[in-house]
């Protein structure tokens, strides 16, 4: 036996196996490790991962070991799994707690989430920066660069919520109100990507060859586009510093850190000091309104 | 010019190391392909339309299609496994008279010239060459391609040209419409033949010019002359982004003071009327 149990959760019954298993073996965190993690901070990961298309990376046997991307929910799957068709895929939506424990039954490990819910596919809920260096040794230009965005947002009366992409990079989310296109984000985030590129040349690129972008951080403005995902806030990552993708305050952003300070391990204790810093974003959404600076762009640029 | 290999002809028991350099280039005139609307060169990029995103070179491996849809995957180390041991070595095989090839096998030039210490068996081999007359076939491995080759004499460097397998050049069978014998009258000869030698001549290089590419030069030379130029629009770039910015930021200023001032007004008992001052654009 290998110590296989039957969980029931919210009225659900979720086959547990191979709880033993090591997922993150240098961290002995095993997948029973990895479940308590999701049920504590399922009132976190849920309110962000409720009605949008999910996309997850699973790592049956660990973080070393073969992986894939699911994006069809499999055959063997429950029939009480929310399910969403498109584009001929048939999406798992993570709605609820028990939905979470058997993905992470299933060694999903990295939990991919699109920027639009389910119902409103080509309006996305908010604009989103998304920073990743090319040199992944060297953090700091990631924390500067985000310090830079941030002093241009406030310039244009804009508030936004830093996280981290759990592995190397920062994505600034922007809550909007859901009525914008893609077209229309799009416009905003690449005149404000060319701008800190103008700005400051040697520290961004926006240069889609990595062979072209030398040691600069590449300002991924094409990434915020319907079907794109990016890790949900507080998805592990399939790291050996089991890091998850972290929301952080501005003024830890100034003051710096590494993204490996976050993980599966110290999170809980995170949010219970600091709240959900994700919460503007989710359950106390602020609506903020781009026109007026669509409308300069749309005369002047 | 720049070397393409190192290797070494290996000619009995003696070794010469050579360097390579292409013999010939190409100098057509290349044109890039531009957007008709605004005159921005193409970019191409690879995708994977499976995972709909551009892949990266790293990110590429090598397939063959062995029936449709279906492939093995070749790597580098597979292509090492098997590729020829004379490897770094022109190898060679015979000598023979070069009027016993026929042009069509040849292929590439390269120029050959010594390398490191092999001035001496570079000498020996040219004049050796150079007395009896006689060419080489040798065996080179280029790119991990084997290949057949003549090395020879030109001027005072030896070359190597690669040559064709037997069975890569085309049986003439293969030709449609070729005609076998057809009666001509014997005056025909005589004029076709008359004509022949009208025109022979000693065959100099330097006569022949390439006329097609040198009008094509006159007529861009005469385009850019006359300035019926395609200017490739700046791609919107950022310092235009970078002054729009401190407009913006105005601009935002200006509606939050106007909002401001207006709320300010709303609670004044009799507003006064101010003549505000208007920023004018002259």
């Not at chain 1, 990376?57 to 029939?79: D, L, M, T, W």
């Amino acid at each position: 036996m290998r110590d296989d149990f039957e969980l029931e959760i919210e009225g659900k019954v979720v086959h547990i196996t191979n709880p033993k298993k090591a997922l993150w073996p240098e961290l002995e965190i095993h997948k029973l490790d990895y479940i308590r993690y999701l049920i504590e901070m399922a009132p976190y990961i849920l309110p962000y991962t409720t009605n949008r298309l999910l996309t997850t990376i699973r790592f049956p046997n660990g973080i070393h070991g073969k992986s894939f991307y699911q994006k069809n929910v499999p055959e063997h799957a429950p029939e009480w799994l929310q399910v969403y068709s498109y584009r001929d895929t048939n999406y798992i939506v993570a709605s609820n707690l028990p939905t979470l424990v058997w993905l992470g039954n299933q060694a999903s490990l990295e939990l991919h989430v699109t920027f639009n819910l389910i119902n409103q596919p080509s309006q996305p809920t908010e604009l989103v920066f998304d920073l990743d260096p090319t040199d992944v040794e060297d953090y700091s230009l990631v924390l500067e660069t985000s310090c830079r965005i941030k002093e241009i947002l406030d310039s244009l009366g804009l508030y936004s919520q830093p996280k981290t992409s759990g592995a190397t990079g920062i994505q600034i989310y922007l809550p909007i109100a859901t009525r914008y296109s893609y077209e229309e984000t799009r416009q905003l985030n690449k005149f404000i990507a060319q701008y800190i590129e103008g700005k400051y040349p040697h520290l961004v690129t926006l240069e889609r060859l990595v062979k072209n972008r030398g040691t600069k951080l590449y300002f991924d403005y094409l990434q915020h586009w319907e079907g794109k995902t990016l890790p949900a806030p507080y998805s592990a990552r399939a790291r050996t510093a089991a890091s998850v993708s972290a929301p952080v305050t501005w003024e830890e952003v100034y003051q710096g850190f590494h993204p490996t300070d976050f993980t599966l391990r110290n999170m809980k204790e995170r949010i219970d000091k600091m709240g959900d810093l994700f919460s503007t974003i989710t359950t106390e959404k602020k609506e903020q309104s781009l026109d007026e600076l669509l409308n300069f762009i749309k005369i002047h640029a | 010019m720049h070397t393409m290999w190192k290797g070494s002809i290996s000619f009995g028991l003696v070794n010469i190391p050579v360097k390579m350099f292409s013999a010939t280039e190409d100098k057509d005139i290349r044109f890039r392909h531009l957007h008709k609307d605004c005159g921005t060169p193409i970019k191409y990029s690879k995708t994977c339309p499976h995972c709909e995103r551009e892949v990266q070179m790293n990110e590429i491996v090598k397939g063959y299609e062995y029936e449709p849809g279906r492939f093995v995957v070749i790597s580098d180390e597979d292509i090492d496994a098997i590729t020829p041991e004379t490897r770094k070595t022109i190898e060679i095989l015979d000598f023979v008279s070069l009027d016993q090839i026929d042009p069509i096998y040849f292929d590439k030039t390269y120029f050959l010239s010594p390398n490191e210490t092999g001035d001496k068996a570079y000498v020996l081999l040219r004049e050796a060459m150079q007395r009896t007359g006689k060419i080489a076939i040798a065996k080179i491995t280029i790119r991990s391609k084997e290949s057949l080759a003549a090395v020879r004499l030109y001027q005072n460097c030896i070359v190597m040209e690669t040559i064709f397998y037997p069975d890569e050049v085309r049986p003439v069978e293969q030709v449609p419409g070729l005609p076998t014998q057809l009666a001509v009258s014997e005056a025909e000869m005589n004029m076709a033949v008359q004509l022949i030698e009208n025109l022979a001549t000693d065959f100099d290089a330097s006569k022949y010019n390439d006329d097609y590419r040198h009008k094509l030069l006159d007529l861009i030379h005469a385009k850019v002359e006359g300035e019926q130029v395609q200017e490739a629009p700046e791609i919107p770039r950022a310092v235009k982004v970078v002054d729009l910015m401190a407009a913006l930021q105005a601009s935002l200023e200006a509606t939050k003071t106007a909002k401001e001032q207006e709320q300010a007004m709303q609670g004044e008992k009799e507003p006064v009327k101010k003549r505000r001052r208007k920023a004018t654009i002259s």
